[in-house]
């Protein structure tokens, strides 16, 4: 997702598809979301998320800094490392990541409310209907979801693994 708004990445040629940044969101279960905090100190967390046609998507307890911090500023980004080898003979890492800028919303409309509560159910407890059901009975009244429409969505690798990755197989 180019958007004039953003910078460039600087290595160009680390940079990851579009695609792969995508297929990094769908297999990632977890990242760090960062929002402007309090006294506007850059505020990040660790979260689990779904990611759904374009959009992030988390829940939450209904009050906290992060529910502070999304309601002061609707601007965020959400961090996910795919991969982090350490190469310790060769003083790096090989790494692939992705980072989505945009903004972040608290969900108010219970539709939307109960339809991020059964994606986010089915990625992390899949097949299991019932039991999700009983869950969004007992604690979908306690539960806040958030949505993070994607702006900029950018990826990238060690150069040691796109190497890899050009190299013709044998």
Do not use: W
């Amino acid at each position: 997702m180019e958007n004039p708004m953003f910078r460039q990445m600087r290595r160009k040629r680390q940079q990851l598809a579009e695609e792969e940044c995508v297929a990094i969101l769908q297999k990632a279960t977890s990242g760090t979301l960062a929002l402007l905090g309090d006294d506007d100190y850059p505020y990040a967390v660790p979260i689990s998320y779904v990611y759904h046609e374009g959009k992030l998507y988390f829940h939450s307890a209904l009050e906290g800094h992060k529910i502070d911090a999304i309601r002061k500023c609707d601007k965020a980004s959400f961090c996910v490392i795919e991969q982090d080898n350490v190469q310790p003979e060769n003083y790096t890492t090989f790494f692939r990541s992705v980072i989505a800028f945009g903004r972040i919303h608290i969900i108010e409309d219970a539709q939307e409310k109960l339809e991020i509560a059964r994606m986010l159910g089915n990625r992390y407890n899949p097949n299991q209907d019932e039991a999700l059901q009983k869950e969004l009975e007992s604690g979908l009244s306690r539960m806040l979801a958030i949505r993070f429409d994607i702006e900029h969505l950018t990826g990238k690798e060690a150069i040691e693994l796109m190497r890899k990755r050009e190299q013709p197989s044998s």
